[in-house]
């Protein structure tokens, strides 16, 4: 792969437009064979025919003066088109094999852009064989570099044949240069088990981790900051205003399958006429999805508010929630909030127009760092059921050699931790170093996928667990270390002198090694280590010794 393909959440110059549809037939395939998953296309034919792509006109081209890197597509402002528009349309690929997992889209995009006139769009559309359905909308509010968007197509795509589309439009194609197009990816995915950590026992080495969060239920409170009142915020001369938590289209990918069953807010103070309990999502307007005049809401606890039909949360438009105050005496603070720091923009919205505008209280007051005791409670209505065949593999490496297949873990109904033991010392082994990976496998007697190896909980970045396991010839003293934690320096005394020391994270990674004439006490520099623990590997005249310390920078 040519580019780096983490998420990138793209700003003001997208509007999300997922289900809108566009009913339009699908006519313009012409492809005999469906191509089967995984898809992928960095465009270095140097052309469109090679893997089935189909363009409408002359303006899609593949360059090589662009790309990340190049070659890449695009979207060419010449010929020009006027108030019309131009499609790139893959071949027909298939799914109709996938019943697991989930089907994902990646592709970097880029806007060179020449007026910023806003009137010329690309869209990013996903059939399902009948319609097009459309992922995103960009306009032309000015050039971006290369970004990476990521989709998840699953309901529109699994069990089914499908395309994918570039439809451009506008009213003059020479407002822009071009849209570009790179590393086109269309993959299934799998959920991998989560938050694997581990702990060195007698026995060997203990593998802790947790099942994937897809097949655990999902009833809980969502907001900002922190789920106690501090104080209250009120106007100054009286009046009413209106208060706002929000939370952006991506940020609700987690809760896809959730309905909001209620709503709860805390007001500080009493004096007030009435307080009407809002939701409501932007899809383009205001779409008001709760309106509730609260019947007695009472001053110092959290007032709740049970909703007769549970709304859907739709993870493809931004959510809001919030309360309406009308008729606040002067000198009362009714809306509740945490004690901060603010989560700006997201969750102290304030708008003392009705709702017409909105600003955040942390930026209009910055002495007012809070965020509003606003939560919704998102549930799934139970768990999601395992594959008849779901388990866990668990593979090792010795010495940084090759992965191989150590054992299989059975999953468990119900079941969110397990631990494995690993007896690597028993008989023992002169390999120093060790990992482990564990892979989640959907498995369901008519399709199989093995998902990427989990991540380390407190190494997100990593996808293996490491340990040194060292041959040590015992040593007939103990060496001293202090202090520990250590915070600038380390002190390490031996009687039978010191040859070298050497510092390895706890993913087995050497950090430092510091060799010594046969010192019997030596001061370790330890400022330039991240805060953490570590493993000390001392050699000694006497042998070898391992040791624990923590750095702790204050």
Request: proline share 5%.
């Amino acid at each position: 792969m040519k580019n780096n393909t983490s998420f990138v959440r793209l700003i003001g110059n997208i509007k999300w437009l997922l289900l809108s549809f566009v009913f339009s037939a699908i006519s313009s395939k012409t492809n005999a064979l469906s191509v089967e998953l995984p898809f992928y296309e960095d465009f270095s034919s140097g052309g469109y025919e090679q893997n089935g792509w189909t363009p409408v006109t002359a303006n899609w081209q593949v360059t090589w003066q662009d790309g990340n890197d190049y070659p890449c597509a695009v979207f060419n402002w010449n010929p020009v088109i006027y108030n019309g528009s131009a499609t790139l349309t893959s071949p027909m690929l298939s799914a109709t094999a996938i019943e697991l997992g989930n089907i994902m889209f990646e592709l970097d995009i880029k806007l060179t852009d020449r007026f910023e006139t806003s009137t010329e769009h690309l869209f990013i559309e996903v059939s399902d064989g009948d319609n097009w359905v459309v992922l995103q909308e960009f306009t032309n509010l000015g050039s971006f570099d290369w970004q990476v968007l990521k989709y998840n197509i699953t309901e529109f795509t699994m069990g089914l044949e499908f395309a994918i589309r570039f439809r451009a439009e506008g009213q003059y194609s020479g407002n822009i240069v071009g849209w570009f197009f790179d590393n086109i990816q269309i993959y299934r995915s799998c959920d991998p088990p989560e938050n694997i950590i581990h702990n060195e026992i007698s026995e060997g080495v203990k593998l802790i981790f947790n099942t994937p969060s897809s097949l655990l239920p999902i009833a809980e409170w969502m907001f900002y900051g922190y789920d106690n009142n501090f104080s209250g915020i009120g106007m100054t001369d009286g009046g009413g205003f209106s208060v706002a938590a929000r939370w952006e289209s991506e940020s609700l990918a987690y809760y896809s399958n959730c309905s909001i069953t209620k709503f709860r807010f805390f007001l500080q103070d009493d004096g007030f006429a009435s307080i009407i309990a809002k939701i409501w999502k932007l899809d383009g307007s205001d779409t008001l999805l709760l309106s509730h005049l609260m019947p007695n809401p009472i001053p110092g606890e959290w007032n709740e508010v049970v909703l007769e039909s549970p709304i859907p949360v739709d993870q493809w438009h931004e959510l809001w929630a919030g309360y309406e105050i009308i008729g606040q005496p002067a000198g009362e603070f009714p809306a509740g909030t945490d004690a901060g720091p603010a989560v700006t923009g997201y969750g102290d919205l304030i708008s003392l127009d009705g709702g017409l505008t909105w600003d955040a209280l942390s930026e209009i007051a910055p002495t007012l760092s809070y965020n509003w005791n606003i939560q919704l409670f998102m549930d799934d209505f139970g768990y999601v059921q395992a594959p008849s065949g779901f388990r866990y593999n668990i593979y090792r490496s010795f010495d940084n050699g090759p992965y191989e297949f150590l054992d299989s873990v059975d999953h468990v109904v119900n079941q969110f931790e397990y631990v494995y033991i690993d007896d690597i010392y028993s008989p023992p082994f002169p390999q120093y170093y060790w990992c482990w990976e564990i892979t989640a496998i959907w498995d369901n007697g008519t399709d199989f996928c093995e998902s990427e190896p989990g991540k380390h909980e407190w190494y997100p970045g990593y996808d293996e667990i490491c340990l040194m396991v060292i041959d040590i010839k015992e040593s007939n003293s103990i060496p001293k270390i202090y202090p520990n934690p250590a915070r600038d320096a380390l002190h390490i005394s031996h009687q039978e002198g010191i040859r070298e020391v050497e510092v390895f994270t706890m993913l087995g990674n050497k950090v430092m090694k510091q060799s010594i004439d046969k010192l019997n006490e030596i001061v370790l520099n330890v400022s330039g280590l991240s805060s953490g623990v570590y493993h000390l590997r001392i050699h000694t005249s006497d042998g070898i010794i391992v040791s624990k310390v923590v750095v702790k920078h204050e």
